[in-house]
């Protein structure tokens, strides 16, 4: 192993020295190169994938397949990072045996070194076998957008006092059944921050405020990759879908008139 190799256990160590993680997701080798080459901590392969490269409405129809086929790709291109592939729908939570299996699988075919899961408490039992199989986990609370059926839409998560005791429930027990970080998406600034202050695993904030110990995004909409309206907490670090659009449309419009390809461009 690399010097320099971020592991699950190192990020426990960065929370205790007060240093900040910086996650992406990626879900190609050339990102994933890039990446890991800016110096990101922690890079998952998220299933969001389904809907920036695969072009599904929701997370829901993504495989375990195509989870492993993405993990692959990303994980020729990591030398750096923490790599964590995502459990897609159903691959998780179904029964213990087979939620131990398919994260077995990421570590072994795809090379993963951390799977994450979404979910609370009710997961915890799959976790805990997981865990103790010898896959670091990170869960994922708060918006889980694998819920998206149930829940009825994306939305906001621990509002209320009740159901900021609940999600800090689940951060806790979470915790206890060996979850090495835990993903806390759309909810409350305060709410976060002091689930943030109650753990001594390093949360990892998507929509959750400036106070977690880390922040994670989908490498699409820091690159302005997506269509549609943006979520309030997405920040356009480059515009690199406006820039792919107008180069898509001056190389159709130089091959039209006979520009493309020029002396310059052509072999003698
Ligand atoms: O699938 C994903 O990309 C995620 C992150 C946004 C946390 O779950």
Avoid: W
Avoid at 42 to 47: A, E, K, P, T, Y
Avoid at 216 to 222: P, Y
């Amino acid at each position: 192993m690399n010097d320099d190799k971020v592991t699950a256990v190192a990020l426990g160590g960065m929370k205790a020295r007060g240093e900040r993680i910086a996650a992406l997701t990626a879900c190609d080798y050339f990102s994933a190169r890039v990446v890991d080459g800016a110096g990101i901590d922690l890079i998952l392969v998220g299933d969001s994938l389904g809907m920036v490269a695969l072009g599904y409405r929701n997370t829901l129809p993504v495989t375990m397949e195509e989870m492993l086929h993405h993990t692959r790709a990303v994980s020729r291109g990591v030398r750096r990072a923490l790599l964590v592939a995502d459990m897609p729908f159903m691959a998780a939570g179904v029964s213990v045996e087979e939620t131990v299996r398919n994260a077995g699988r990421f570590v072994k075919e795809a090379g993963a070194e951390a799977v994450k899961i979404e979910g609370g408490e009710e997961i915890g039992g799959h976790v805990r076998a997981v865990v103790r199989a010898g896959v670091p986990v990170l869960g994922h609370i708060g918006l889980t957008p694998q819920d998206v059926l149930v829940v009825g839409g994306y939305r906001v998560q621990g509002r209320g006092e009740e159901a900021a005791r609940r999600l800090l429930d689940d951060a806790r027990a979470l915790r206890e059944c060996g979850v090495f970080a835990v993903v806390l998406e759309c909810v409350p600034s305060p709410v976060a921050a002091s689930i943030t202050a109650a753990l001594d695993i390093p949360t990892i904030g998507i929509g959750a405020g400036p106070r977690c110990d880390g922040q994670i995004l989908v490498l699409h909409d820091i690159l302005g990759m997506y269509e549609g309206r943006a979520a309030k907490f997405m920040k356009v670090y480059a515009d690199v879908g406006a820039a792919m659009r107008e180069a898509a449309a001056a190389y159709a419009r130089e091959v039209r008139e006979g520009a493309y390809p020029d002396d310059a461009h052509s072999y003698r």
